[in-house]
C-alpha cells in the first residue's frame, strides 16, 4: 500500500504532495467551475497515472460523495487524502448532511457560558467527523483558528470561532479533539492569522502590520492551542507579514513554516499551503513558481495548484538544478504517509444503509439545533407590531438576499416562504441590489434579510443597500419586524436604527434549520402575547 520512498521517482514524490480539485458530483456535465475542477477523465489521469495524494472537493449529494470517493480510492495505487472546507459541517458542501451555523456562532454561546460553548464545539467536531467519514472524507479542512478582531474582514469574518484569543483558543482545543477522535485528520488555518484584514486574500495580498509582540499575543495563541490539542495539520496564508519575514509572503517563508511552526513549537505535523489558485499569489509569481516557492518554504502539501502536471515539471526542474533536493521531498513525503497511514487503515464502501444511518442523524441535527438556538439574539418589545391590531393587514414580507444567484438557503420549499406564508404574509424574494420601489398594496412589511461574509465577495457593497431598504421601509412606517440572517456585524449596524416597537430576531444560520427556528421563535412569541393580550418583552439569548 506504502512503498519506500526510494522506489519512488521525482515526479511520483512530488505528487504525493499536490491535492488537485474536483466536484463531487458524478457527470462532467455538472461541473460548477470547470476552470478548478478536474473532469472525469482528467481526475482519472491524475489519480491512477499521475499518482497525486490527494483531491479537494465542492458540492453534490451526500451520497454521491460516497460513491465518488470509493471510486477514487479504488483508482488511486496509494490511499488518497480526500478532503473540503467544511467548517460550517458536511451539509455546508454536500446537501443531505448536517450543516451547522457558522462557527461564531459559538461566540456568542461563550459570551454567557465558556464551558457549554466548548461541548458544543467538541460536539460540532465530532458530528462532522462522523458525516466526513460516512461519505469518505478523511480530511476536513477546519477548524479556522484565526482571531476575527476586524469586522471588516471580508474573507474570515462568521467563519472564524470568535474575536478575542481566549475563546478561539478554547473552541479550538474542544473541536479539534471531538473530530480527532474519530479518526480524521484536522486542519487550523490560516497560520501566522487572517483574522485582521480587510483584503481578501483570494484576490489581493493583504498586509499584517503588526509586530511579533502582538502576533504572540492576540494570532499566535489559537494556533499554539491547536497544536496542543493535537491538531493533524496547519495551513498556512498568503499574507504579507514584514515581522516574521520582510522579503517573503508567509507562504513562501521558511520563518514561517519552519522557524515558528516546526522549531519553536516543535509542530511535526502537515504543512499546507492555502489554494495555490489564489490571486494574492499565483497573479504575481506565476503558477510554476508558486509551487516551487511553497516546497522550498517548508510546505508538505501544494493544495490546488493551477495545473497540477506543470506544478510537477516546476519542481521537478527545481530538484534537477540543484533547488530543492530529493531529502527535502522525502521528509513531506514521510509525513503524508504518516497521516494516511493512521487514518485509512479501514475505509470501506458505504451502502446506502450505512449512509442513512450516519448522516443527518437526529441527535446530529440538534446538535446544531442547540448551537443556533442559543446563540440566537430576539427583541420582543411589550408593544410590538407583530401583535397590533393596526399591523394585521395587507401583510408581507420582503426578503432580501445579498446575492440570490448564490443562496442555496433559499428556494420555494424554504421555511423563509412557506412558514410566512403560512402565516398569511404575502412574500416576495429581492436581491439587495434592486432599485427600492413602493407598493401601494403593502402596509404591515415583516423583512427578512440574508446577508453574511463570504470569500470572493465580501458584504460591504450589499450592507449599504440593505440599510437603504431598511430605513426606507421605516420612513414610509411599513415595517413590521425584522428577521435577519448570517452576520452579527451587519445587525449591529442595522438593528439599533429599529424603532421600540420593531419585534426583532438575529441568527448565525441561514440555511433550512435556522430559517425554522428563527419563524417559530417569532411566531410563537405572537401567538403567547394574543393569548396573554401583552408581550412580556425580552431582550438577549433565546434559551
Known amino acids: 500500500m506504502f512503498p519506500p520512498l526510494s522506489s519512488l521517482t521525482i515526479a511520483q514524490l512530488i505528487a504525493q504532495m499536490i491535492v488537485v480539485r474536483t466536484t463531487g458530483f458524478l457527470f462532467d456535465q455538472q461541473l460548477q467551475y470547470p476552470a478548478w475542477e478536474a473532469d472525469s477523465a482528467k481526475l482519472r489521469h491524475l489519480v491512477e497515472t499521475v499518482g497525486v495524494g490527494g483531491v479537494i472537493f465542492l458540492g453534490a449529494s451526500a451520497a454521491e460523495m460516497a460513491l465518488k470517493t470509493a471510486q477514487l480510492q479504488a483508482w488511486a495505487s496509494i490511499p488518497l487524502l480526500l478532503c473540503a472546507d467544511v467548517e460550517e459541517g458536511v451539509g455546508q458542501r454536500f446537501s443531505g448532511a448536517t450543516m451547522f451555523p457558522p462557527p461564531m456562532a459559538l461566540s456568542a454561546i461563550a459570551a454567557k457560558n465558556l464551558d457549554l460553548a466548548a461541548n458544543l464545539a467538541r460536539n460540532m467536531g465530532e458530528v462532522i467527523a462522523q458525516e466526513a467519514r460516512a461519505i469518505g472524507l478523511n480530511w476536513i479542512l477546519a477548524p479556522i483558528v484565526d482571531v476575527n478582531n476586524n469586522p471588516n474582514n471580508p474573507v474570515i469574518n462568521v467563519r472564524a470561532f470568535g474575536e478575542d484569543p481566549r475563546t478561539v483558543m478554547a473552541l479550538t482545543e474542544a473541536f479539534i479533539q471531538g473530530a480527532e477522535s474519530h479518526a480524521v485528520l484536522t486542519c487550523a488555518k490560516h497560520f501566522p492569522g ?10 489581493e495580498l493583504p498586509l499584517i502590520a503588526h509586530d511579533v509582540a502582538r502576533l504572540e499575543a492576540i494570532e499566535f495563541p489559537p494556533f499554539q492551542a491547536a497544536i496542543d490539542a493535537g ?3 496547519v495551513m498556512t496564508a498568503h499574507l504579507d507579514v514584514p515581522a516574521l ?4 509572503i508567509t507562504t513562501f517563508s521558511p520563518a514561517v513554516n519552519h522557524d515558528w511552526l516546526r522549531d519553536r513549537w516543535g509542530f511535526d505535523g502537515l504543512v499546507v499551503t492555502d489554494a495555490l489558485v489564489m490571486g494574492a499569489i499565483v497573479d504575481r509569481f506565476g503558477d510554476r513558481e508558486v509551487a516551487v516557492k511553497a516546497v522550498e518554504a517548508g510546505a508538505d502539501v501544494l493544495m490546488m495548484p493551477v495545473d497540477a502536471i506543470n506544478a510537477i515539471e516546476a519542481v521537478t526542474e527545481a530538484v534537477a538544478s540543484g533547488r530543492l533536493t530529493r531529502d527535502r521531498l522525502e521528509q513531506s513525503v514521510t509525513r503524508i504517509w504518516t497521516a494516511k497511514q493512521r487514518i485509512t487503515q479501514a475505509m470501506p464502501s458505504v451502502t446506502q444503509t450505512q449512509l442513512t444511518e450516519t448522516i443527518a442523524l437526529p441527535q446530529f441535527e440538534q446538535c446544531s439545533a442547540e448551537i443556533l438556538r442559543a446563540s440566537m439574539t430576539l427583541h420582543h418589545p411589550e408593544r410590538s407590531r407583530l401583535t397590533e391590531e393596526k399591523w394585521q393587514s395587507h401583510r408581507h414580507s420582503l426578503v432580501l438576499v445579498d446575492d440570490l444567484l448564490n443562496s442555496p438557503f433559499l428556494s420555494r420549499t424554504s421555511p ?22 413602493l407598493s401601494s398594496s403593502w402596509r404591515s412589511t415583516l423583512l427578512q434579510i440574508f446577508v453574511r461574509g463570504n470569500p470572493l465577495r465580501g458584504t460591504g457593497k450589499y450592507v449599504d443597500r440593505i440599510g437603504q431598504w431598511l430605513e426606507f421601509l421605516i420612513r414610509t412606517d411599513q415595517l413590521q419586524g425584522v428577521i435577519l440572517y448570517g452576520s452579527p456585524y451587519v445587525a449591529a449596524k442595522l438593528l439599533p436604527i429599529l424603532p421600540e416597537d420593531v419585534p426583532s430576531i438575529f441568527t448565525y444560520g441561514q440555511g433550512v434549520q435556522a430559517q425554522t427556528i428563527a419563524l417559530e421563535a417569532l411566531f410563537q412569541q405572537a401567538r403567547t402575547a394574543t393569548k396573554s393580550g401583552l408581550l412580556t ?6 434559551a
Open 245 to 248: 519575514d520582510d522579503q517573503n
Open 194 to 203: 487572517h483574522g485582521d484584514t480587510d483584503l481578501d486574500s483570494h484576490l
Open 231 to 233: 491538531v493533524s495539520s
Open 537 to 542: 418583552g425580552k431582550d438577549g439569548m433565546f
Open 416 to 437: 423563509a416562504i412557506v412558514q410566512v406564508k403560512a402565516q398569511g404574509y404575502g412574500v416576495q424574494v429581492v436581491e439587495s441590489s434592486t432599485d427600492l420601489f
